[in-house]
């Protein structure tokens, strides 16, 4: 009696075994790269009216204030806040979408572990950042957002679909580069965040979701 | 030999639902990977089951002729990449033989 119970018991968690290591979050979609892209490319380019009339009050006058300069840095601090929030919220939508049709759930063990693996970089990059602009470090803030990314995304690319390990890469390399070229930043950060999310996403809509 | 099959069908006696060709852990195996995987290439079942070619292959042909996976093949460049998918009828074939695992186990107490 009790082998016969057993193995039936054997057989079922073999299978739980097997399902959960071959489960990755299969739900995100190609189209939240797209709309997080979008909206980088957007915060940079006002950022980048920000930054004009920065340097336009100092052609005019021909000196920097204190002053203005921390009104500057409350502007990015509010203007990168938003950023990332309608991001955030636009990319979560497009996924939730996605899950939705696929008839799967977005909060399950996958997702969970998903967002677990790639919360611990972005937060230690996130905090490693406060302490940078603490110390006035803020040419190496854009190269630091880049390779904390790029290490979230590869940490990510276990726990989903593994092409997004490539963006990662690029996101590195990237912000590599800009460690070397601090003067570049907004572009690079423009090129990390902006072009190769609408790249990558377009690449993974056409591969997994185009009917 | 024999003894295996007396013990298949006393197993399989009591209970609807159990499915012959679930019976090798191997497409036991391949059957709960894609369940939880949209579609999944050679290599990666290969080692996730931990299985010879030869042997994976004969699975596979064997689940595809009964009607519950399908093949597609691809191309990563020039070299191919084969993938595998669920098809209903073996989401159906394989959910059955799950509950019947859990009846006989209620079964049994």
């Not at chain 1, 957002?145 to 963006?167: E, H, M, P, W």
């Not at chain 2, 990563?76 to 695992?101: C, E, V």
């Amino acid at each position: 009696m009790e082998d016969k119970n057993q193995q039936p018991i054997d057989t079922l968690k073999d299978i739980k075994h097997m399902m959960e290591r071959s489960s990755r979050f299969v739900s995100l979609s190609g189209l939240s790269g797209v709309a997080a892209g979008i909206c980088a490319l957007v915060g940079v380019f006002i950022a980048n009216n920000i930054l004009g009339n920065y340097y336009g009050a100092f052609n005019s006058k021909g000196f920097f204030s204190g002053d203005e300069f921390s009104k500057l840095k409350i502007k990015f601090a509010v203007l990168g806040a938003a950023v990332f929030t309608v991001a955030f919220i636009s990319s979560f939508y497009l996924t939730w979408r996605k899950a939705k049709k696929q008839g799967l759930p977005i909060w399950d063990h996958t997702s969970r572990r998903l967002a677990w693996n790639v919360l611990v970089p972005l937060i230690t990059g996130g905090i490693f950042i406060l302490g940078m602009l603490r110390y006035d470090a803020w040419p190496f803030v854009a190269p630091a957002c880049l390779v904390f990314y790029g290490l979230a995304l590869v940490n990510a690319s276990k726990y989903t679909l593994n092409d997004i390990r490539y963006l990662g890469y690029c996101e590195i390399v990237l912000g590599l580069i800009n460690m070397f070229m601090p003067g570049y930043g907004l572009w690079i950060w423009a090129v990390g965040f902006g072009v190769l999310h609408i790249v990558y996403g377009i690449i993974m809509w056409q591969k997994y979701e185009r009917v | 030999m024999k003894e295996f099959r007396f013990k298949s069908i006393t197993l399989k006696n009591p209970i609807t639902g159990l499915n012959k060709v679930f019976e090798s852990r191997i497409r036991l195996g391949v059957m709960s990977v894609l369940m939880v995987n949209e579609e999944i290439n050679f290599n990666d079942l290969k080692e996730m089951l931990q299985v010879t070619d030869g042997n994976l292959a004969t699975h596979l042909v064997n689940l595809e002729e009964n009607g519950f996976i399908k093949i597609h093949k691809g191309f990563i460049g020039k070299k191919t990449n084969t993938t595998y998918a669920i098809t209903k009828a073996g989401q159906k074939a394989f959910t059955d033989h799950i509950t019947a695992l859990e009846n006989m186990i209620k079964g049994v107490k």
